[in-house]
């Protein structure tokens, strides 16, 4: 018996999943061919929603401004809520605004399997942020519905509200929304609570929404990767590793000003000087380990800030991230350490208030391998990589397994008119969700 290639058994894993998927639809085996034919969302289609959902908020230069809670977004919702009922999913708005669409399955009694994204986007934003993923996501709930596949878990297919103003409906669900953000005025000038009201929410029963950990099955999403790697490296699909942790801090140097003309160099307390070795050392400490953790000094200021003053105090950020949180946390006590050394060469101090927060959000490597076998399933290249941008699936790790799947951005670029992924990728991305929906249903 000649033994199975690599692809085969990857093949024939995926297809077993499919088969029983579909058995119950099809009353009969099927040979393997005609599994891979019926595997398939309708592209065209998917193809024509993603243009049509690019009317809602368009510019005259291309792209959108779709913004959360805006009187286009309001729309495009309600379009993307025919879509669902057409897909035969029941769609309806939570408390949080966020947009979900059941379907029931064969098993009341597991918890639900989720898949979805956003269709909110940045101002003068492009037309394949959160979108590729919502409109996928529905595809394949009409794939099920066309095929009569009943999975063993109720399917949730969501659309997240204000995704790009800090993931706020997802948020909501994990319980990680602070009740303060919601006076926070959003892109569409309305503060998050009167947006969410705006949609069909209601900010007063936000707790009603939140979910326990361990009470969803999993979650997908399909996104944009908003980077050039797979465009460079001509890979199809990427597995999302994780989301990476941010901190940031504002740190604040403190020397003593005085006059630029008549204090001699030996006698400063030159609080931009010890910034500026402050600045190489974080360069040397984020380097000085193996890893793709980053950090960065964006921003600095100095008081009093004239030509003719030695500066007494400079208030500077730093910002570091990885996907793992220890890392980071290590990171920054060496940056603390190394910091005192630097102030004791000239008498300044160094403090730090904490400015942001966000943890790392590591993917399942269950819900790895079944994107992995879905995209071998289709002969699609992948590569594992983590997400250096925020997504809602970061809130949904917190309540259970989560996995990403990222398709090419042409160029790299993203949040800008000129975002564009090939329809090819967009449909094979779709491809791959629909293959690790109905694997995920069998092995989880
Ligand atoms: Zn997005």
């Known amino acids: 018996m000649r033994r199975m290639t690599r692809r085969e058994f990857h093949r024939m894993t995926m ?24 595997q398939r969302i309708d592209g065209s289609r998917l193809t024509a929603r993603l243009a049509a959902l690019s009317a809602f908020g368009r510019n005259p230069q291309g792209g959108v401004s779709r913004v959360a809670y805006s009187d286009a977004d309001k729309a495009a919702r309600a ?17 949080a605004a966020n947009i979900i669409g059941r379907r029931a399955g064969s098993s009341a009694s597991l918890p639900p399997l989720l898949f979805g994204s956003h269709i909110d986007s940045v101002p003068e934003g492009g037309n394949f942020d959160g979108d590729v993923g919502s409109v996928a996501a529905i595809e394949v709930a009409r794939w099920l519905a066309e095929q009569r596949v009943t999975t063993r878990h109720p399917l949730e297919v969501t659309i997240w509200s204000n995704e790009e103003g800090g993931i706020i409906g997802s948020r909501a669900v994990s319980g990680q929304l602070a009740t303060a953000e919601l006076a926070n005025v959003s892109s569409s000038g309305k503060t998050i609570a009167d947006g969410i009201r705006f949609l069909g929410g209601d900010p007063s029963r936000l707790a009603a929404v939140k979910r326990a950990k361990g009470s969803i099955a999993g979650y997908f999403e399909l996104h944009i990767e908003q ?5 460079t490296a ?17 740190v604040t140097i403190e020397g003593f000003a005085n006059h ?9 307390h030159d609080a931009m000087l010890a910034a500026a070795r402050f600045i190489e050392m974080v360069n040397r400490v984020v380097t000085s380990e193996p890893g793709r953790q980053v950090g960065t000094v964006g921003r600095l200021q ?24 220890a890392k980071v946390a290590r990171l920054f006590d060496r940056i603390k350490t190394e910091a005192v050394a630097i102030g004791a060469l000239n008498q300044t101090t160094f ?15 269950r819900m790895r391998g079944i994107i992995a076998d879905a995209a071998k399933a289709l002969g699609l290249s992948t590569r594992v990589m983590p997400s250096g941008a925020g997504h809602d699936a970061q809130a949904l790790a917190q309540l259970g397994p989560m996995g990403m799947i990222f398709i090419p951005s042409v160029g790299g670029i993203s949040h800008a008119p000129k975002e564009f ?24």
């Open 15 to 38: 297809m077993s999943a499919i088969a029983a998927a579909g058995a119950e639809a099809l009353g009969h085996a099927r040979s393997l061919s005609q599994l891979m034919a019926i």
């Open 302 to 325: 100095a008081w009093p800030g004239a030509p003719n003053v030695i500066p007494g105090k400079v208030i500077c950020s730093l910002e570091l991230r990885d996907l793992d949180d």
């Open 351 to 365: 403090s730090y208030t904490p400015l942001h927060e966000n943890v790392a959000a590591p993917s399942d490597p």
């Open 421 to 444: 992924s090939n329809a090819a990728d967009i449909v094979n991305g779709a491809n791959v969700l629909l293959g690790a929906v109905l694997a995920a249903d069998r092995a989880i």
């Open 227 to 231: 980077g050039g790697i797979l465009d």
């Open 234 to 250: 001509g890979i199809k699909v990427g597995i999302v590793e994780g989301i990476v942790g941010i901190r940031q801090w504002d």
């Open 260 to 268: 630029a003309g008549t204090t001699p160099m030996n006698q400063r």
């Open 79 to 95: 379009t993307v809520m025919d879509w669902m009922r057409d897909a035969t999913l029941e769609p309806s708005i939570d408390f």
